[in-house]
């Protein structure tokens, strides 16, 4: 087994992990919906409702039936962020963070009837706050942060190389984190404006976790053609030394 074929290995399963995470994001609301209609649960007013979701004692065994769907992909997601290698230290800090936060939207129930076990922010004198909401809001942050500052540490090889491509995904970064900054403010008031009437929430959550997952996919792309760009130039810096090695012997 030779160095190039272990680069390659490598270069893989980092594009089928990120392919992995967005097809698991893409899935997350999808699935947490499609389970609470199975078991005959309505349309919640935002995701995090479907943590208390379900029936009264007597019914089932699980009164909660979607939680364990809910709490496992955030787990998944969690522990993918947290343990993928980010492009610069400031990134791989900025998605770790997101994965500690995108796990404490699971451990961290939602306040229930404006009551909660982790009454944090209560004894802080800010009983409209929770642990919940205020992880899932960060984990969104933290994940705007990394697409709208630090998409540029690959991004930039092809600055030069093809600068059209540069600049198409320099606005697709930047569009989808503009979204995402959107989609959780927009949660966000219609979460003490709305009074939960409707599911204008969750649809709105739903939307930034489809954003977030194409970030994904945006980036395996934008890394191929990184990928690409790099090897032509490691080609041509090879020709040019052995050029000046046969001139140096000459």
Known sequence: MDIEHIDKAIVENY???????GVITLAFP?????????????????????????QPPGTRIDIFPV?????GILFAVGVFLFKYRGFSKNEDRWLSL??????????????????????????LGMPWLSLHGVCAVLAFACIAVVILWYSDS???????????????????YFLVGCYMVLAIGTSV????????RGSYILFAEWSGIWAF???????????????????????KTAVQRSEADIVDKI
């Not at 309505?42 to 379900?54: E, K």
């Not at 994965?99 to 922010?121: C, Q, R, T, Y």
Request: glycine share 6%.
């Open 213 to 235: 997952a194409a970030y994904w996919f945006v980036k395996n792309r934008e890394l191929r053609l990184v990928a690409e760009q790099l090897k032509k130039t490691l080609a």
């Open 67 to 71: 939680r364990l769907w809910f709490c």
């Open 189 to 196: 008031l219609l979460h003490y404006l709305n009074e939960k």
């Open 98 to 123: 997101a994965g500690l936060f995108a796990l404490g939207v699971a451990i961290f129930p939602m306040s229930l009837e404006g009551k909660s076990d982790w009454n944090l922010f209560e004894r």
């Open 154 to 172: 690959t991004l930039s090889q092809l600055k030069t190389s093809n600068p059209k491509a540069h600049k198409r995904f320099k606005t697709a």
């Open 30 to 54: 999808v699935v947490v919906i499609a389970m609470g209609i199975y078991w005959g649960i309505g349309i919640q007013p935002t995701l995090s409702d479907y943590y208390f979701a379900g």
């Open 15 to 21: 594009r089928k992990l990120r392919t992995r995470m």
